[in-house]
């Protein structure tokens, strides 16, 4: 092992062995094992956004195995993705990629302004799984948030019981935030703030832009200089809002962009300090061969800026 992974490790004095060991597991696995950075491919979409808007820009993407191939090729850290996915590869695939099985989702067929997802998987799907963590996704702004936060704490507790790491997607959205709040800075560094009180693991966030939401803590981000520009200084300030930098924060690919424009992002938060990089529509809605070449340059960016 590392040091630098030993490191980390040593960040969460309060976990268990077994929630070490597979925190260990993800920060070992895939290209990046050893660097202390992530690369995860996260393929919950088909049930956020539906299968067409998913998959149809690739369609060999319908397939679950396709992602479990595509994450075991790619060298990623760990796979994320609900039940069904995992049910449908995880015997084919056990031991060759972690598993992160996302345990509550929400879908697009409702429109509501306070969005609460479903709880879709448990934690004893988890361990039939042999997943090496549960992921759970929080919408701070919803008027429903405090159910969601109470949620996330049962199920927290109990898969930390059970050695399991927590991984939380932490995302603004609902009523109390405009639309461009939803990604700004103040918004995204409380939402990883949250995130780490509820006790993850490893924080989902999008990247923020540089707007401020929140007329209290602009004075604050004035009074005190916070930097807004570049995007490498949003995403320090977002790492350091999770304990000072000692929780796992990794920042979503959002929408498809192109190579260059994503890949611009990756540096960024390689040059900010963040830990690495969700990547799900920018990976399965390239063609494969596409898919492994920007991942593998994903890699080569966290590999050149290892601290």
């Given at each position: 092992m590392t040091e630098k992974v030993k490191e980390i490790l040593g960040w969460y004095d309060g976990a268990n062995p077994g929630v070490l060991t597979n925190l260990a597991r993800m920060l070992n696995h895939g290209r990046l094992g050893g660097t202390g950075k992530f690369l995860i491919l996260p393929v919950d979409q088909g049930f956020e956004h539906g299968p067409a808007r998913s998959f149809a820009p690739n369609p060999p993407a319908y397939d679950p195995n396709y992602h479990f191939r595509l994450a075991v090729d790619a060298g990623c850290n760990a796979?994320?993705?609900?039940?069904?996915?995992?049910?449908?590869?995880?015997?084919?695939?056990?031991?060759?990629?972690?598993?992160?099985?996302?345990?509550n989702n929400h879908d697009l067929l409702y429109d509501e302004n306070d969005p609460i997802p479903a709880v879709t998987g448990s934690v004893k799907d988890a361990l039939r799984l042999g997943c090496a963590a549960v992921g759970y996704t929080i919408y701070p702004g919803s008027a429903m948030r405090r159910e969601m936060y109470e949620a996330l704490r049962e199920i927290a507790e109990e898969a930390k019981e059970h050695g399991l790491a927590v991984v939380v997607w932490s995302y603004p959205r609902g009523s109390g935030l405009s639309k461009e709040?939803?990604?700004?800075?103040?918004?995204?560094?409380?939402?990883?703030?949250?995130?780490?009180?509820?006790?993850?693991?490893?924080?989902?966030?999008?990247?923020?832009?540089?707007?401020?939401?929140?007329?209290?803590?602009?004075?604050?981000?004035?009074?005190?200089?916070?930097?807004?520009?570049?995007?490498?200084?949003?995403?320090?300030?977002?790492?350091?809002?999770?304990?000072?930098?000692?929780?796992?924060?990794i920042f979503s690919g959002g929408p498809k962009h192109t190579d260059e424009a994503?890949?611009?992002?990756?540096?960024?938060?390689?040059?900010?300090?963040?830990?690495?990089?969700?990547?799900?529509?920018?990976?399965?809605?390239?063609?494969?061969?596409e898919a492994l070449e920007l991942l593998s340059k994903i890699a080569d960016i966290y590999i050149t800026h290892r601290a």
């Open positions: 796979y994320a993705a609900p039940l069904g996915f995992l049910e449908a590869g995880a015997a084919r695939f056990a031991g060759e990629v972690p598993l992160i099985l996302k345990l709040g939803e990604t700004a800075l103040d918004v995204i560094a409380y939402a990883a703030q949250i995130a780490a009180q509820l006790g993850a693991h490893i924080i989902k966030v999008k990247l923020p832009t540089s707007h401020l939401e929140q007329p209290e803590a602009r004075k604050v981000y004035q009074a005190q200089n916070i930097p807004l520009e570049p995007l490498s200084a949003r995403v320090r300030h977002v790492v350091q809002s999770a304990f000072d930098g000692r929780r796992i924060v994503l890949l611009e992002e990756v540096r960024a938060i390689a040059e900010g300090g963040g830990f690495g990089s969700i990547i799900g529509r920018n990976s399965f809605q390239r063609p494969r061969g």
